[in-house]
């Protein structure tokens, strides 16, 4: 770009960014009263490259065309707002999108907050208002003045913000492993920062944005299980690491209190497979999946603490545990993942068609079935749900029955 030629304008009047490149048709040329201003410096603009058969593009000039004085901040908001336009361009490419422009609320060019232009998409009658910050972290006051301002201004609108996977945004941690569909996998884990604590508070939404990949978080609580008066949960056999230590989702948003945050991959173009929303349908199934995973892991490890406890018990005193002691299945062995994604293999390929999958518009709730209690570590009270947690359906109390037939099934054949 030749120097002096600016893209970009603050329309005093539309109150929103005006970029050249998206036309300037209907748009005042000139001074226009004072309308343009720059981001950066603040000072009046002028439109020219309008008339008709004019030999340039339209470009704003600042007076004496000298260019903008503080050249580097106009450099990094036009950086900023290239972003922004990929990323429109990207969702107006959706389907099901029925309407996608760019607007700047709460911005107030006497006091600018100079965040980037939010997308604004609609999706059948759902309004999306979509951020893309710039990669270096927005002051947290900076994010509630727009978060409000969208409540003022969207009333009812989803609020996402895709945040970028680099230092600023991303505070990566090492790998979660889950089990997943069968076999061992790793999420990429993250500590979430103030700024994403605060969207998510609000209501917001925080996914990162790579490529054509979305990346939907939930939450991860660590705790370590109670020790029961009939379970041993010491020197089980090829366990290097200590069986109590676990962790429970949160789902379909991070709860408050999780300690960290997992992230499902998801692609972007099925946030609108659903005709008329804009919802990570397909992370939100993994999520329900993980759930379903963590309620068998806790299942089969509070009954195996049992059946190490037995096995080491004479029979008078182990009489309550009337099942017989047997070789449950091992844990795989393996090699850099944790025992935290070990499930024994039987338990989560069989029932897959027969596990519970909560509907994700259900209240996020930790809750689980009624004969799984694991209260949190005294240390960290456990979380519990600004709503009333629904009761568990028949089904979600049934399916460990259901595992355990399967398991005993199973056994018997061996
Ligand atoms: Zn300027």
Redesign the pocket.
Known sequence: MIRGMGRSAWDTESRKVIWVDDGAEGLPPGMAEGRYL?R??R?KLILKGTRIGSKVQPYFA?RGGAG???SEK?ALLDAADEVVIRLREQIRALPGVTGCTTASPGEDHMDPALMPPAVLARFGTTTVVIEAPPATPLGTETIRRRIQAVRDEHAGAQHVWFLKRDFGQFHRLAPQPVWLRGKNTLHEQVAPNEQQLVILAAGGHVYWLDGKAVLVPYGIRRFPHPVQRDQDWTNWRRWKSDPRDDWRISKPRPAPDAHTWGLVPIAFSSLTRTRGTFRPADAYQVMDELYAAQESRFNWRNQHAREVYAAATPPARAESDAKPVTDAPEPLESGQITDDAIVPPLLPQEPEAEMPTRAASEPESDVGSAEVEIPAPPAHPPYVPRAPAPAPPAAQVATPRLWQRLLRFTRRDD
């Open positions: 720059c950066a410096c000072e600042h903008c004085s503080r106009e």
